[in-house]
């Protein structure tokens, strides 16, 4: 099993990492436009397999020969937020590199499943879509299995629980249209209703949209890699391994929820070929027109988001 990883970045490096460590990889390739970077982080975390006890192979490099025949592909090449930035101001910039990294990609492993993760996430998935042209269920965006962790730990620390034992997920949009669905949480066994008040819900709710751009602001100088590398690399688990599991990702949506022809944060099962299935929760009245809302709120932009390039 082959994966390629594009952007050496901090989000590309930390995802190659959390799939070599995991080991059901054979091989692990890493791309970047910046000279010797993927090389030499390759270099170093081939170094630690004695350490830690693994034998996937690590390729670093800038020419793209090195990823021919990929089963997974994951692009996170492209330029993160800075404080006061919104995911949307980085549209011009991240789909011109989007773009040419999936054409890119496409000359070398043709029949790869292609996960983004560069911002703007819902309008790169379908840019990546686009230009490729596969069948859009091999092409999936990772943002909410990200929201739904960050989610889950708010939930945790306020009502002092594990988030091993918080059942929460997070539809809509990578961005301001993101649902979070409260009605949907379980706190040990019991509804989270039961358990904070509709003031403590919502605070939860806002944190959970705006828990990127809190990172962003502390850190000042780039965005969140470690729960997002965490959640990208479960996806591209649940792909090689053909797992069948059901994550809340950016998927092709053709109907459900009512809603049709955009790339949209649902929850679907994920399998060798991609996307398998889009799985039709019950949601609350409220929550289900917010789900609307984001796909009026991502649609226009998806569908002209080859202007960009
Ligand atoms: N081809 C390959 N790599 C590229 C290209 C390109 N055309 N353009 C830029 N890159 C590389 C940069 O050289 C850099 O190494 O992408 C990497 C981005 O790394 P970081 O700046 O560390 O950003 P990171 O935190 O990894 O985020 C990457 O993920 O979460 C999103 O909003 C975030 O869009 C951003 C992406």
Redesign the pocket.
């Known amino acids: 099993m082959k994966i390629t990883v594009?952007?050496?970045?901090?989000?590309?490096?930390t995802t190659v990492q959390r799939i070599a460590e995991a080991g059901y990889a054979d091989e692990v390739t890493m791309?970047?436009?910046?000279e010797g970077?993927p090389q030499g982080l390759a270099l170093d975390m081939m170094q630690s397999r004695p350490i830690e006890g693994f034998t996937t192979r690590i390729v670093g490099s800038n020419d793209y020969a090195v990823t021919a025949g990929s089963d997974v592909c994951v692009i996170?090449?492209?330029?993160?937020?800075k404080p006061g930035m919104s995911?949307m101001d980085?549209i011009e910039v991240?789909a011109k590199?989007v773009g040419?990294?999936t054409r890119q990609l496409m000359a070398t492993s043709p029949d790869a499943v292609f996960i983004v993760?560069?911002?703007p996430l819902d309008e790169?998935t379908a840019l990546c879509a686009k230009v490729s042209g596969l069948p859009k269920e091999r092409i999936i965006g990772q943002a909410g299995m990200l929201d739904t962790a960050r989610f889950k730990h708010f939930v945790s620390e306020a009502t002092g629980v594990s988030p091993l034992e918080v059942e929460a997920i997070t539809l809509g949009s990578h961005g301001e249209t993101m649902v979070p669905v409260p009605s949907l949480v379980k706190v040990g066994d019991k509804p989270l209703r039961d358990v904070l008040d509709q003031g403590q819900i919502d605070e939860i709710v806002q944190k959970t949209r705006d828990g990127g751009a809190e990172i962003v602001g502390l850190l000042k100088t780039?965005?969140?890699?470690y729960a997002?590398s965490s959640a990208a690399a479960k996806m591209v688990e649940a792909v090689v391994q053909d797992s069948g599991d059901v994550m809340p990702v950016c998927a092709w949506v053709e109907g459900q929820y009512g809603i049709k022809d955009v790339y949209l944060g649902v929850p679907a099962r994920l399998g060798r070929g991609g996307i398998a299935g889009i799985v039709e929760l019950p949601l609350a009245d409220d929550e289900l027109e917010a789900l609307r809302t984001a796909a009026e709120a991502v649609r226009t932009k998806q569908a002209d988001v080859d202007s960009f390039l």
């Open positions: 594009v952007g050496a970045g901090f989000y590309g490096s791309v970047d436009i910046i970077k996170t090449a492209g330029l993160p937020r995911r980085l991240n590199i040419d990294v993760v560069s911002n790169m780039g965005s969140a890699y997002p």
